[in-house]
């Protein structure tokens, strides 16, 4: 008996423990503490229950920027918290006894692409208006829109879905280098849709819905990776029927691809 | 047997019908193509005579003032024929050199405020008109065919493969390519800036393939065993390096390693990623332990962004003498949200260290050079690149503004000698 209520209390001992020593979940928030450059849930949650008590006016839409940076300075400058702009524990439990957060509401939304609000005091429903379909918590840098960002994924999709990762990393970044260069049009678009620069254009097949590693390809072009060391054009030297791209340059190969500046 | 002919006699009818349908669907489609182009063709027609006009008017004065409009006529009709050319379908070299020579126009003539020797400009933009209307001669002649529709589509791809007198497109892409080095020959900072992009300057000895490799191996313990091949990168290449592949485990991917002394250029492994998310806080330390192990000592953080798999770091560099962030010399990290690995790292930009010149630094008075609604949120040094792609020490301001009750924020750039404002960005 004796050894039982040992063993009971070893037990309880150790729950409380590892119950003492584990992250607070704050309400529906994560563990985690919420940053600027954040993305996701949290982030939506964080969004949404600023804006319930009026100190966001900015879109929920899942990605901490500077709006939502400001609305939180100034929510934790109202109730005397440390004013850092970070959602860290006390930051959300204070957050969390002031606000409300209808999840449902706010996650139904932005999974059908609409414009809505979140604020406290007027119904819910009376907030909402028809949008135009479901958009990404990508967090890019402000240099690129999220068209650009799905417009690049569907031409490496089109282009190298068969190549390696870096393969593709490597067709984004050419996109990217000539809207910087001189000798191109100046936005993703114009280069992009330029007449007989990408073959997926013509065959009509950058209109497949790019898969999930396109798009994580195209990140980390925008984010500054470059497999391709600085190229301008690449070709398969098997299907090439121009003679002119075997004049320029060559820097490297990749999968199927040959870069050249 | 009836039956059979009269089912064939009907497919037969209906395959007619169809291709028929097509063929007339394809042709409508290749007429309206066509209208397309040619109204293009006719746009950038037009404003070519305009901008050769507006070249002429600026040569006229003696001040910079006198042709300030016709300045501005220049750099905006070039954009505009820069759009119609992209947009058409070009010989590919003819198309590069010709966007290239407008852009270079057009920011000649941008720039010319800041020249004090006008003579200079009135030589360029004299040899630039002539240029141009030579080069209009010849545009009407290769584009006459699209114009006046007596090519079709098919017609006018095939022409420009042809080098018959009259529209040789290749031999006009060397024209242009020639006027562009005459009339527009690369600046210094232009030129040094290509040095730099093409590691020239960088005195560094060679290292060898197996060299190269340890590299690897120290700075990527985990995925650098299993090593599928080492290739020196292509003949044509502006700077040698050794491109690495590697798959262990479920690693695969990358590294390029710089010939002159060893130093990655980007490194990148793709692997399933767990579910799982390690708190920010242990991810940037184990970001800043890498780079600290990895000898990168002179970067501080400066931003960093979340996304499904893995968070994107920037480090920029931080120069001595004002303690400056270098925004040209940055280094790019990706960290996994499941364990915390380093699964890519771009340190191309930084390698290629910018040459900073000291610079005097005048003192500003934010209240007066701002509107009263704007609020200087942050205030820092940094050298930034500005448009004549030389690195100017500058005041590096986050201000906001209210916007309709939101809050905007952006990033206002200005040189601290000068007080030119190099830029203004949006921040979201």
Same mark, same amino acid.
């Given at each position: 008996?004796?050894?039982?209520?040992?063993?009971?209390?070893?037990?309880?001992?150790? &729950?409380?423990?590892?119950?003492?020593?584990?992250?607070?979940?704050?309400?529906?928030?994560?563990?985690?503490?919420?940053? @600027?450059?954040?993305?996701?849930?949290?982030?939506?949650?964080?969004?949404? @229950?600023?804006?319930?008590?009026?100190?966001?006016?900015?879109?929920?839409?899942?990605?901490?920027?500077?709006?939502?940076?400001?609305?939180?300075? =100034?929510?934790?400058?109202?109730?005397?918290?440390?004013?850092?702009?970070?959602?860290?524990?006390?930051?959300?439990?204070?957050?969390?006894?002031?606000? *409300?957060?209808?999840?449902?509401?706010?996650?139904?939304?932005?999974?059908?692409?609409? *414009?809505?609000?979140?604020?406290?005091?007027?119904?819910?429903?009376?907030?909402?208006?028809?949008?135009?379909?479901?958009?990404?918590?990508?967090?890019?840098?402000?240099?690129?829109?999220? @068209?650009?960002?799905?417009?690049?994924? =569907?031409?490496?999709?089109?282009?190298? @879905?068969?190549?390696?990762?870096?393969?593709?990393?490597?067709?984004?970044?050419?996109? &990217?280098?000539?809207?910087?260069?001189?000798?191109?049009?100046?936005?993703?678009?114009?280069?992009?849709?330029?007449?007989?620069?990408?073959?997926?254009?013509?065959?009509?097949?950058?209109?497949?819905?790019?898969?999930?590693?396109?798009?994580?390809?195209?990140?980390?072009?925008?984010?500054?990776?470059?497999?391709?060391?600085?190229?301008?054009?690449?070709?398969?030297?098997?299907?090439?029927?121009?003679?002119?791209?075997?004049?320029?340059?060559?820097?490297?190969?990749?999968?199927?691809?040959?870069?050249?500046? | 047997?009836?039956?059979?002919?009269?089912?064939?006699?009907? #497919?037969?009818?209906?395959?007619?019908?169809?291709?028929?349908?097509?063929?007339?669907?394809?042709?409508?489609?290749?007429?309206?193509? #066509?209208?397309?182009?040619?109204?293009?063709?006719?746009?950038?027609?037009?404003?070519?005579?305009?901008?050769?006009?507006?070249?002429?008017?600026?040569?006229?004065?003696?001040?910079?003032?006198?042709?300030?409009?016709?300045?501005?006529?220049?750099?905006?009709?070039?954009?505009?024929?820069?759009?119609? /050319?992209?947009?058409?379908?070009?010989?590919?070299?003819?198309?590069?050199?010709?966007?290239?020579?407008?852009?270079?126009?057009?920011?000649?003539?941008?720039?010319?405020?800041?020249?004090?020797?006008?003579?200079?400009?009135?030589?360029?933009?004299?040899?630039?008109?002539?240029?141009?209307?030579? +080069?209009?001669?010849?545009?009407?002649?290769?584009?006459?065919?699209?114009?006046?529709?007596?090519? #079709?589509?098919?017609?006018?791809?095939?022409?420009?493969?042809?080098?018959?007198?009259?529209?040789?497109?290749?031999?006009?892409?060397?024209?242009?390519?020639?006027?562009?080095?005459?009339?527009?020959?690369?600046?210094?900072?232009?030129?040094?800036?290509?040095?730099?992009?093409?590691?020239?300057?960088?005195?560094?000895?060679?290292?060898?393939?197996?060299?190269?490799?340890?590299?690897?191996?120290?700075?990527?313990?985990?995925?650098?065993?299993?090593?599928?091949?080492?290739?020196?990168?292509?003949?044509?290449?502006?700077?040698?390096?050794?491109?690495?592949?590697?798959?262990?485990?479920?690693? $695969?991917?990358?590294?390029?390693?710089?010939?002159?002394?060893?130093?990655?250029?980007?490194?990148?492994?793709?692997?399933?990623?767990?579910?799982?998310?390690?708190?920010?806080?242990?991810?940037?330390?184990?970001?800043?332990?890498?780079?600290?192990?990895?000898?990168?000592?002179?970067?501080?953080?400066?931003?960093?962004?979340?996304?499904?798999?893995?968070?994107?770091?920037?480090?920029?560099?931080?120069?001595?003498?004002?303690?400056?962030?270098?925004?040209?010399? /940055?280094?790019?990290?990706?960290?996994?949200?499941?364990?915390?690995? $380093?699964?890519?790292?771009?340190?191309?930009?930084?390698?290629?260290?910018?040459?900073?010149?000291?610079?005097? $630094?005048?003192?500003?008075?934010?209240?007066?050079?701002?509107?009263?609604?704007?609020?200087?949120?942050?205030?820092? +040094?940094?050298?930034?690149?500005?448009?004549? +792609?030389?690195?100017?020490?500058?005041?590096?301001?986050?201000?906001?503004?209210?916007?309709?009750?939101?809050?905007?924020?952006?990033?206002?750039?200005?040189?601290?000698?000068?007080?030119?404002?190099?830029?203004?960005?949006?921040?979201?």
């Amino acid at each position: 008996m004796k050894k039982l209520i040992i063993r009971i209390i070893t037990v309880i001992l150790l &729950l409380g423990g590892v119950y003492a020593t584990s992250p607070v979940q704050i309400g529906a928030f994560s563990s985690q503490v919420v940053t @600027r450059g954040a993305a996701g849930d949290d982030v939506i949650e964080l969004q949404s @229950r600023l804006q319930y008590i009026g100190f966001y006016t900015g879109t929920i839409d899942g990605k901490f920027g500077y709006g939502t940076y400001w609305a939180l300075r =100034n929510f934790q400058a109202k109730y005397g918290l440390p004013i850092d702009g970070i959602a860290g524990t006390k930051t959300k439990k204070k957050l969390t006894d002031v606000s *409300k957060y209808d999840e449902k509401f706010v996650k139904d939304n932005l999974n059908k692409g609409n *414009k809505f609000t979140h604020y406290g005091g007027k119904p819910l429903s009376s907030q909402v208006a028809q949008g135009t379909g479901k958009k990404d918590t990508i967090q890019a840098p402000s240099k690129y829109s999220e @068209r650009d960002i799905q417009l690049m994924a =569907n031409a490496v999709y089109g282009e190298a @879905r068969g190549e390696p990762y870096d393969g593709q990393v490597a067709v984004a970044a050419v996109i &990217l280098n000539r809207v910087e260069h001189s000798e191109f049009p100046d936005s993703v678009g114009g280069v992009i849709f330029q007449p007989g620069a990408f073959t997926a254009v013509a065959d009509g097949q950058i209109w497949l819905t790019p898969n999930e590693r396109a798009k994580e390809a195209v990140l980390d072009a925008i984010n500054g990776w470059d497999p391709s060391e600085n190229a301008i054009y690449y070709f398969n030297p098997i299907t090439a029927t121009s003679k002119w791209i075997w004049s320029r340059p060559q820097i490297k190969k990749i999968g199927l691809h040959i870069f050249c500046s | 047997m009836k039956k059979l002919i009269f089912v064939l006699v009907y #497919s037969i009818a209906a395959l007619s019908i169809f291709s028929v349908g097509k063929a007339a669907e394809n042709e409508q489609l290749s007429i309206a193509l #066509s209208g397309q182009y040619a109204s293009k063709i006719t746009d950038a027609s037009q404003k070519l005579e305009e901008l050769n006009t507006a070249v002429k008017k600026t040569l006229l004065f003696n001040e910079s003032d006198g042709s300030e409009k016709a300045r501005e006529d220049i750099w905006r009709l070039s954009s505009d024929i820069k759009n119609s /050319v992209s947009s058409l379908p070009l010989d590919n070299s003819f198309s590069t050199s010709w966007l290239n020579y407008l852009g270079r126009l057009g920011n000649y003539a941008k720039e010319a405020t800041r020249a004090e020797d006008h003579t200079e400009y009135h030589k360029v933009m004299a040899q630039a008109s002539k240029n141009l209307s030579t +080069l209009a001669d010849e545009w009407e002649v290769a584009t006459v065919g699209m114009v006046n529709g007596r090519l #079709s589509m098919d017609e006018w791809k095939n022409r420009l493969d042809s080098t018959e007198k009259g529209h040789d497109w290749a031999g006009m892409g060397t024209a242009v390519k020639q006027y562009t080095e005459s009339d527009f020959p690369l600046t210094a900072s232009e030129s040094d800036s290509m040095k730099k992009k093409d590691l020239r300057d960088m005195a560094d000895a060679k290292v060898s393939s197996e060299e190269a490799v340890d590299q690897f191996k120290r700075l990527f313990p985990s995925v650098s065993n299993e090593i599928i091949g080492v290739e020196t990168s292509k003949p044509g290449s502006p700077y040698p390096f050794y491109h690495i592949r590697f798959a262990e485990n479920q690693s $695969i991917g990358y590294v390029d390693i710089t010939e002159k002394g060893g130093h990655v250029l980007s490194f990148l492994s793709e692997r399933p990623f767990g579910k799982k998310s390690l708190p920010f806080d242990d991810i940037q330390k184990n970001a800043e332990k890498f780079l600290k192990d990895a000898g990168y000592k002179d970067l501080v953080y400066e931003e960093s962004r979340e996304n499904n798999t893995a968070w994107h770091f920037v480090y920029v560099r931080v120069e001595p003498e004002y303690k400056a962030k270098v925004f040209s010399d /940055v280094i790019h990290l990706k960290v996994a949200k499941d364990n915390g690995g $380093i699964v890519g790292l771009d340190a191309s930009e930084y390698i290629r260290k910018e040459k900073t010149a000291p610079q005097p $630094i005048v003192k500003m008075d934010w209240k007066k050079f701002f509107h009263s609604n704007v609020t200087v949120a942050k205030e820092e +040094l940094a050298y930034v690149e500005n448009d004549r +792609l030389e690195q100017r020490l500058t005041h590096y301001l986050t201000v906001t503004v209210d916007e309709n009750g939101e809050i905007g924020t952006y990033a206002v750039i200005i040189d601290t000698e000068t007080s030119e404002v190099i830029k203004t960005e949006k921040l979201q």
